[in-house]
Nanobody
Framework: VVQLVESGGGSVQAGGSLRLTCKVS????????AGWFRQAPGKEREGVAG???????TSYADSVKGRFTISQDSANTVHLEMNDLKPEDTAVYYC????????????????????????WGQGAQVTVSS
């Protein structure tokens, strides 16, 4: 079992920056992927950014490319640096982890109701005002 705890987030004006951090504990050697997903009210949870925990390969949703950066500074800490934030980035952001052979596919599908298995954090609110 893997536990995930997010920190960071908050409120910022459009154009501002925020940083999210995810601490991963438990059976970390059972996972090979970690990522950030977000869910706005009335919308499905969507993948934002993912990283292979062993090799550093990353994947991003088109909506955040060039603005968000996912990174890993240890075996159990993953960050999401968010720059040039927009009001449409407002959502609850969840850290997730799993073992999956295709990072991009996992990022696109893990947030769906019938998507592949993943461990989830409790979520962190990000609010961007115009």
């Amino acid at each position: 079992v893997v536990q995930l705890v997010e920190s960071g987030g908050g409120s910022v004006q459009a154009g501002g920056s925020l940083r999210l951090t995810c601490k991963v504990s438990g059976d970390i050697y059972s996972i090979n992927s970690a990522g950030w997903f977000r869910q706005a009210p009335g919308k499905e949870r969507e993948g934002v950014a993912g990283i292979y925990t062993g090799g550093g390969m990353t994947s991003y949703a088109d909506s955040v490319k060039g603005r968000f950066t996912i990174s890993q500074d240890s075996a159990n800490t993953v960050h999401l640096e968010m720059n040039d934030l927009k009001p449409e980035d407002t959502a609850v952001y969840y850290c997730a982890a799993a073992s999956h052979p295709q990072l991009g596919l996992w990022l696109r599908t893990a947030g769906r109701r019938n998507g592949p298995h993943a461990y989830w954090g409790q979520g962190a609110q990000v609010t961007v005002s115009s």
